[in-house]
C-alpha cells in the first residue's frame, strides 16, 4: 500500500510497483485514476481512514509517501505542516505497528543544515525550514514508535511528470518552451535522484529486509542546480539564452534552501544493493 498514490512520487512507485506487486493507492483531495489500482480515500490525520483501509486491503508493506511536500506552503502553514508530516506520520506508524506491517517512511535531504555535504545517516540533522523540521519530527516519531521502521532520506527528485504535479524537469522544460526564463542555482548542492531508483530500492527492501532505521537514497553525482541545468541542455537541446545560472540571494522571494544536502548512500548500496542511476541515462530515459 503506498500512501499519497496521486502525488509525484507516490503516482511514480504505485505505477511502477504494479508491475511486480499487488499495489493499492491512498490518494487524499486529488484523484487520478490513471494509476492501474485500487484506490483508497484517506486524510492521514484521521487515523480512522488510514486504518479502516488497512483492514480492507491487508498490506504485507506500507509504503508512506504521503505529506505536505510544498517548502514554502509550509513556511506559511507550519501547524498543517506538523500535523500532517509529524502527527500524520505516527497515526501511519502506529496502524502498521498494530497490524504488524513493516512501514517504510519516505523523508528528505531537507533534515540537513547544508553545512557539510555528503551527509551519513550518523549526521546530526538540523533542519532550516519549516518542512524539513516536520519531516524530521516525523522521521523521530515513526521510529520511537518502532525500530523496525524503515527511513528513506530521498535527494531530489526528479522524472517524468505525474497527473497533479510536473516535477522539475517537466516545469522547467515547459517555462523553456514558452520563452520564460529558467533560473539554474549555482550554490545550491543536492544529489538528484530518479524516481524509478526509489521504487527499486522498495523492492529491494520487500526482497532483501534490511534492519529497520534511517537509509540514504540519492543519485550517483552531487551537482549544483546549473550543472544538473547543463545535463538537462545536453539531453534536450535547447539554447544557451535559457540556461541562467544564478545565486540564490538573487531570488530572495523564496524560502531559504540550503546549500549543500548532497546525501551520501554507501549505507544502503551495502543494506541492500541501492544502486542509482547515472543522471544522463535517467534523463535519456524520461524523454524516451
Ligand atoms: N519531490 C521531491 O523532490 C522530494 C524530495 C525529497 C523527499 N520528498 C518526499 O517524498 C514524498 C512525496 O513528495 P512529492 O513530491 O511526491 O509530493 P506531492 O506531489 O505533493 O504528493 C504528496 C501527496 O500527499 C497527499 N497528502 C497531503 N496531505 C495529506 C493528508 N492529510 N492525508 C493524505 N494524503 C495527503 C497529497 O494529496 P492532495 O494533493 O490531494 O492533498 C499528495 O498526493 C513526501 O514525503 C516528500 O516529503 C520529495
New binding site residues.
Partial sequence: MI?????????HLTFLLSDDYTVAG??????TSVVPVQLYK????DPESVESCVDIFKPDYLV???????VDWCEKNPEEAMR??RD?SAHVAEICVKHSIPLIL?????VFDGKKGDYIEKDDPNPINL?GKS?LAGERRVLDISGDNIVF??????GPD?P??K??IVGTMEKIRNGEKAYFFKDQYRTPLYTADVASAIDHVVQRKPSGGVYHLSGPDKLNRYEFGLKMQEAYGFKDEFLIPALMEDLPELMPRPKDVSLNHKKASSAFGFDPTDVEVALRSIIA
Avoid: P, Q, W
Avoid at 508512506?64 to 510544498?70: I, M, Q, S, T, V
Avoid at 519516505?106 to 531537507?110: A, E, F, K, V
Fill in positions: 500512501t499519497g498514490a496521486a502525488g509525484f512520487l507516490g503516482y491512498t490518494f487524499h483531495e486529488k484523484m484517506v486524510d492521514i490525520t508512506h509517501a504521503a505529506a505536505c511536500a510544498d500532517v508530516n500524520g519516505i523523508s528528505t535531504d531537507l518542512y519531516k532520506r530521498v535527494a531530489l527528485l526528479f505525474s497533479f504535479k516535477g522539475y
